[in-house]
Each structure stands twice: as C-alpha cells, then as structure tokens.
C-alpha cells in the first residue's frame, strides 16, 4: 500500500498543478484552455476569450463663470469599457471535460478533477455549451497584494467551474473600483475641454494690448473648473472628481499663476483688482505681429466608492494657446518754448 500511495501522490500533486493554481499567478484560473468562441455577455469579447464590461458613465462639468453671477453646469453621458477585475471565462465543452476528467490514468485524480466540474456526467456528449472558469486578472489591480486580497475572497465565494449551456447567459464578472475610477478616468479626461479666456484691454482692430500695461486674463464659460464622473458596472459604482486651483499664464516675456480663473475687467473689479494679469515687456513686432501666450489648467483627481474605498489618480493638464498682439504705446515730446 506504501508503494501504491507513493505512485498516486505525485500524480494528484500533477493534477493540482494543472487544475489549480496559486493567486500569485498572472491571473488565477483553473484551466488554461480558452477556446476561442463568440460570448454575449451584455459587453464585449476580448481578444483571449473574455469579456469587456460596459459602464454607464455620468459626466458633470462645473464651467468657470466667465462673469456671470452663477457657474454654469453641463452634464454628458457615455459608456466606457472596463475589463473585468474577476470572472469567468469560457473553457472546455461538456465532451471536453468529460474527456479532460478521464485522461489522467489514475481514478483518485480523475475523482479530484471531477470534483471541480459539478454535474459533468450530465453533459459529457454536449458539444454546444461551455464549462466557464473562474479568474481574477492581476493587471486589473493597482498591486498585489490587493489582487491577492480579491483572488482569495473570489475564489472562496465562486465555483471553480460553471456550466452555461448554449444561448444561456454566463455568470456575472466583476470590476474593481480602483480599476473603474481609473478607466473613466482615461476615457473622460481625453475629452476635457482645453481652457478658454477672454481679457483687456483689447485695443483697436487687432484687439491689441499694450507693453507694460496690466492685461486682466479670465476664463469664459467653455472653462471646466471642475469635473465630476460618476461610474456603475452592475452593484459597483465610484464617484470621480476632478478640481483645479485656476490658470496658469506663460509668454516668452511674462508669466502669473492666478488663483483661481480670473474675474473680467469692469470699472468695479478695477477697484477691486484681481492677481490673474500678465505684463508684457516687449511689443509682438518681432514676432511676426503676435506674442503666443500658454494657458494651462491642472486637474487633481481623487475617486471613491461605494464600497467605502477610496484613492488618487493623480493630476492632468489642458492647454491651449492664444496669439496676442502688444502693441508699444510711442510718446513724442515737443518743445512748446518760442524762441
């Protein structure tokens, strides 16, 4: 019996190998087979076998006021891919199984394997539906030790298997929140509009300003100062939202950071004054008429969860740039003295 038991050990330890590997693995997934078979799964096949998740996204823009008494709000909605974080995926048809399960020469490590595939015997002749495997997608996290974390709870709550006969829907997958909030996130901030300003003076027909005059700079209505996105995948829902602290100004002569996105020049603002102006030193003649000024605005963007998660997804920057020609204001002294 010794000798028996030494002969078996080293296939079952085979057959876990094969049927059963660790969290530690690129994705954990118990059958490395993925035919290449067509899915409708309310989303989209990927390219080895699984399923891109669609999430219904909600996005609010807080416009800058542009000198009206009230910000304007404007609200989008699209809908963005998201892999899935943990699932299933298709594997072996009923024949395939049946035929998997048999093929290891020893009746222990075809119960063990059997094991995983509950109800095979129903199905050993099917060769329509699909035996879909659990999985958990290591590059769906933000690092290990949360993929680890998600494997383990997954894996103890889901079959290794699940039968889906043909035409029938497979069973849900699911999407971590950090791996949504940064998906909408990168399909969202591609789309945020660049920033937009007005400013004075504007004199004559080229709407010149003057060298070494204050030139007031605010942002008009097309501006968002702020961007909320809100993002579901089934029972998983997160809230993104992005602020800015104001423009920033940059010419080859002159610079300001402003807090916040300016206030348009009015007899009563001048009174008030206002740190969003930029001075320019040299007239644009010598650069073809205009002088190129940057006008960047810097996003900080943070999600949370329904799940009571929460994170950081770092900052983005929207430029544009707006040719303005400086004019140089010529004094002329006379002598009013007669000889």
């Given at each position: 019996?010794?000798?028996?038991?030494?002969?078996?050990?080293?296939?079952?330890?085979?057959?876990?190998?094969?049927?059963?590997?660790?969290?530690?693995?690129?994705?954990v997934d118990g059958d490395s087979t993925?035919?290449?078979?067509?899915?409708?799964?309310?989303?989209?096949?990927?390219?080895?076998?699984?399923?891109?998740?669609?999430?219904?996204?909600?996005?609010?823009?807080?416009?800058?006021?542009?000198?009206?008494?009230?910000?304007?709000?404007?609200?989008?909605?699209?809908?963005?891919?998201?892999?899935?974080?943990?699932?299933?995926?298709?594997?072996?048809?009923?024949?395939?199984?049946?035929?998997?399960?048999?093929?290891?020469?020893?009746?222990?490590?075809?119960?063990?394997?059997?094991?995983?595939?509950?109800?095979?015997?129903?199905?050993?002749?099917?060769?329509?539906?699909?035996?879909?495997?659990?999985?958990?997608?290591?590059?769906?996290?933000?690092?290990?030790?949360?993929?680890?974390?998600?494997?383990?709870?997954?894996?103890?709550?889901?079959?290794?298997?699940?039968?889906?006969?043909?035409?029938?829907?497979?069973?849900?997958?699911?999407?971590?929140?950090?791996?949504?909030?940064?998906?909408?996130?990168?399909?969202?901030?591609?789309?945020?509009?660049?920033?937009?300003?007005?400013?004075?003076?504007?004199?004559?027909?080229?709407?010149?300003?003057?060298?070494?005059?204050?030139?007031?700079?605010?942002?008009?209505?097309?501006?968002?100062?702020?961007?909320?996105?809100?993002?579901?995948?089934?029972?998983?829902?997160?809230?993104?939202?992005?602020?800015?602290?104001?423009?920033?100004?940059?010419?080859?002569?002159?610079?300001?950071?402003?807090?916040?996105?300016?206030?348009?020049?009015?007899?009563?603002?001048?009174?008030?004054?206002?740190?969003?102006?930029?001075?320019?030193?040299?007239?644009?003649?010598?650069?073809?008429?205009?002088?190129?000024?940057?006008?960047?605005?810097?996003?900080?963007?943070?999600?949370?969860?329904?799940?009571?998660?929460?994170?950081?997804?770092?900052?983005?920057?929207?430029?544009?740039?707006?040719?303005?020609?400086?004019?140089?204001?010529?004094?002329?002294?006379?002598?009013?003295?007669?000889?």
């Amino acid at each position: 019996m010794r000798k028996s038991r030494a002969v078996i050990s080293p296939i079952l330890a085979l057959v876990l190998c094969v049927a059963l590997p660790t969290p530690t693995a690129a994705a954990v997934d118990g059958d490395s087979t993925r035919p290449d078979t067509t899915v409708s799964v309310g989303g989209s096949q990927s390219s080895d076998g699984g399923v891109s998740l669609e999430a219904s996204v909600k996005v609010t823009y807080t416009m800058a006021s542009g000198g009206a008494a009230d910000a304007v709000t404007s609200t989008a909605s699209q809908v963005t891919s998201v892999a899935p974080s943990c699932g299933y995926k298709p594997g072996r048809t009923g024949a395939e199984a049946a035929e998997f399960i048999g093929g290891f020469g020893d009746e222990k490590a075809n119960r063990a394997v059997a094991a995983m595939y509950p109800g095979w015997e129903d199905y050993v002749d099917d060769t329509t539906g699909r035996w879909w495997t659990r999985y958990c997608d290591e590059s769906a996290f933000a690092d290990q030790d949360a993929y680890v974390e998600a494997a383990r709870e997954f894996n103890a709550e889901h079959p290794w298997h699940v039968w889906v006969a043909e035409g029938e829907d497979p069973p849900d997958s699911e999407v971590d929140p950090a791996a949504l909030a940064s998906a909408v996130w990168t399909s969202v901030s591609a789309d945020i509009p660049s920033p937009s300003i007005d400013r004075n003076p504007t004199i004559g027909e080229s709407q010149a300003t003057v060298v070494g005059f204050d030139t007031w700079v605010w942002a008009t209505a097309d501006t968002p100062t702020r961007v909320e996105i809100v993002a579901a995948v089934g029972s998983t829902s997160v809230t993104v939202i992005a602020t800015s602290s104001g423009l920033d100004l940059s010419a080859q002569d002159a610079e300001a950071d402003c807090t916040g996105f300016g206030i348009p020049w009015t007899p009563a603002n001048d009174a008030k004054g206002t740190d969003c102006v930029i001075v320019f030193d040299r007239s644009s003649a010598h650069l073809g008429g205009t002088t190129p000024m940057n006008v960047d605005v810097q996003y900080s963007a943070s999600w949370k969860s329904t799940t009571d998660r929460s994170g950081y997804l770092g900052a983005l920057t929207t430029t544009s740039t707006v040719e303005i020609p400086v004019a140089e204001i010529q004094a002329l002294n006379t002598n009013t003295r007669q000889p």
